[in-house]
């Protein structure tokens, strides 16, 4: 029961990370997308005349 305890913790402790990872791959994502955005605005502003 104890070796099936560990095995099942060691599972979730896995999941937990590859999820966590996941989610730190989508807000680096997100990152880039913001600051390329920003970078961009200023730009669009001067051409269009806003």
């Known amino acids: 029961?104890?070796?099936y305890s560990n095995?099942?913790?060691q599972?979730?402790?896995?999941?937990?990370d590859k999820e966590i990872k996941k989610l730190k791959e989508g807000i680096e994502e997100l990152e880039f997308v913001k600051n390329f955005q920003q970078d961009m605005i200023?730009?669009?502003?001067?051409?269009?005349?806003?």
């Open 42 to 50: 200023p730009g669009l502003k001067i051409i269009t005349g806003f």
């Open 1 to 3: 029961m104890k070796k």
């Open 11 to 16: 599972n979730n402790n896995t999941n937990k």
């Open 7 to 9: 095995l099942e913790n």
